[in-house]
């Protein structure tokens, strides 16, 4: 019996520990969510997209900013030459690449998650890839699968079969509420026109550190860091509370109702026909 009890223990106690990390994980996250959306909407009442760029580095000028209409709906699109620093056989390179961003200006909603495609001239398969609305916001960033995870830094190099880049006739955006619309976009990237990359390099090459700050066309992107809100402590501390509230109240309740339910010792017996008599 006692074995049990003592079993009985630990799962409240493992109980309660996975649901303390639950509420807490829970409660930080909405609350950065809320973060999130109170920068972003920042940014675009302040005209800076930029704010949604996923690299470390990116040339400040747009390689493409467009504004069209599709669908009773007005879109900005953004296309960002971004970079990273890579160090391979022991000399510091960069790799070139892309960030797209989409800004809905007006018009029913797109859904949150969507599939976006490029289509290729000549007879190339079209590239699926991912357009994820940020935090409830007008602004969807489009994100790669690299084979390990999805990411928004969009290599040139996926572009290339047998050292041939697939020239892209027009980006897709479909989306199901509405009887699977579709977005389409012409498009052209000129790989040529890409030299933010070496731009970095040189910049490496020059002052043999990474940039820090701004310069030239080097922009560098605003890394949000979140402070703990105190209302998190707040809902977790609740949490706890009500948890061993109840625990302590069914364990009183359950001592109650087996009060005067044990058969009498012969002591006690003895001691009640005495006050009988």
């Given at each position: 019996m006692g074995f049990f009890k003592t079993a009985f223990k630990v799962i409240v106690a493992l109980l309660l520990?996975?649901?303390?990390?639950a509420v807490?994980?829970?409660?930080?996250?909405?609350?950065?969510?809320?973060?999130?959306?109170?920068?972003?909407?920042?940014?675009?009442?302040?005209?800076?997209?930029?704010?949604f760029i996923g690299s470390r580095f990116y040339n400040k000028t747009p390689y493409l900013k467009d504004t069209f209409t599709q669908n009773n709906r007005t879109y900005d699109l953004y296309i960002y030459e971004v970079a990273g620093y890579v160090k391979e056989n022991d000399e510091i390179t960069a790799r070139k690449g892309m960030n797209i961003i989409v800004h809905q200006k007006d018009g029913q909603p797109l859904d949150k998650r969507m599939v976006a495609r490029f289509h290729?001239?000549?007879?190339?398969?079209?590239?699926?890839?991912?357009?994820i609305q940020i935090a409830d916001l007008p602004v969807y960033v489009l994100y790669?699968?690299?084979?390990?995870?999805?990411?928004?830094?969009?290599?040139l190099d996926v572009f290339y079969e047998e050292d041939t880049f697939k020239?892209?006739?027009?980006?897709?955006?479909s989306f199901e509420h509405i009887g699977g619309s579709t977005v389409l976009y012409q498009l052209s990237i000129?790989?040529?026109?890409?030299?933010?990359?070496?731009?970095?390099?040189?910049?490496?090459?020059?002052?043999?550190?990474?940039?820090?700050?701004?310069?030239?066309?080097?922009?560098?992107?605003s890394?949000?860091?979140?402070?703990?809100?105190?209302?998190?402590?707040?809902?977790?501390?609740?949490?706890?509370?009500?948890?061993?509230g109840t625990?302590?109240?069914?364990?009183l309740y359950f001592r109650y109702k087996k009060m005067g339910r044990k058969a009498l010792t012969p002591g006690l017996e003895k001691d009640i026909e005495k006050l009988k008599q």
């Open positions: 520990g996975l649901g303390f990390l807490f994980t829970l409660a930080d996250s909405i609350y950065q969510k809320q973060d999130t959306q109170r920068l972003g909407k920042e940014a675009i009442e302040n005209d800076n997209i930029e704010f290729f001239k000549d007879e190339y398969e079209p590239m699926n890839l991912i357009l790669y699968h690299n084979g390990d995870t999805y990411t928004a830094n969009i290599e020239e892209i006739e027009s980006f897709e955006i000129n790989p040529q026109a890409f030299t933010f990359d070496e731009v970095l390099v040189e910049y490496y090459q020059t002052h043999e550190s990474v940039p820090t700050e701004e310069t030239g066309i080097i922009g560098i992107s890394s949000v860091s979140f402070t703990l809100n105190p209302l998190v402590w707040v809902w977790t501390a609740l949490y706890v509370v009500v948890v061993l625990y302590i109240g069914f364990k």
